[in-house]
């Protein structure tokens, strides 16, 4: 169980426990959820998690672990411009790490292999870059405990470290 000021993944935005209150109405205790990149925003989670769209934050050490294993971890080849928006979405609901890193390696290439020819950066190619960065940085951002750009660019380092 979770308690106030903890941090949590749900689906997969990273959001703080602001409270844990009891809903009169069907008697259920819900955790009250604010995502971190959006104040505004309150969700809230029936405490037994039946859809299992909770989960904890990722570890330091699985963090760690995840950053070291960046330069292994190949982005998509052969792409079918017709299909790319599909594999993306597919990628981006399955959630998963490498997913993610997948998408922002992938986007990342087109997008400057566009450039480097003179050409208009991909809309689709942008827009699932920062989802994905969205995604894994926040989280990490966490288990590390620094700010999302200190984060994006720590690891940013480490990635270049481990390439040469």
Not at 9 to 37: A, F, H, Q, S, W
Not at 44 to 65: H, Q, T
Not at 133 to 155: C, G, H, P, V, W
Request: glycine letters at 2%; a positive charge; hydrophobic letters at 30%.
């Amino acid at each position: 169980m979770y308690k106030k000021n903890d941090y949590v993944v749900y689906k997969k935005d990273v959001c703080i426990v602001k409270e844990i209150r009891n809903n009169k109405m069907n008697g259920k205790d819900y955790y009250i959820l604010t995502p971190i990149d959006d104040k505004s925003l309150i969700i809230d989670v029936p405490i037994d998690n039946k859809l299992g769209y909770l989960r904890d934050v990722i570890s330091k050490e699985e963090a760690d672990n995840l950053i070291k294993n960046i330069p292994n971890i190949n982005p998509l080849v052969n792409l079918n411009d017709k299909y790319i928006e599909k594999t993306y979405k597919d990628l981006l609901s399955c959630g998963t790490y490498e997913d993610l890193i997948k998408i922002i390696k992938t986007t990342y290439l087109r997008n400057n292999d566009r450039m480097m020819k003179h050409k208009k950066v991909s809309e689709k190619d942008s827009y699932y870059f920062t989802q994905a960065e969205k995604y894994l940085y926040n989280e990490l951002s966490i288990a590390l405990q620094m700010d999302f750009e200190s984060t994006k660019n720590y690891i940013i380092k480490k990635v270049e470290e481990l390439s040469y």
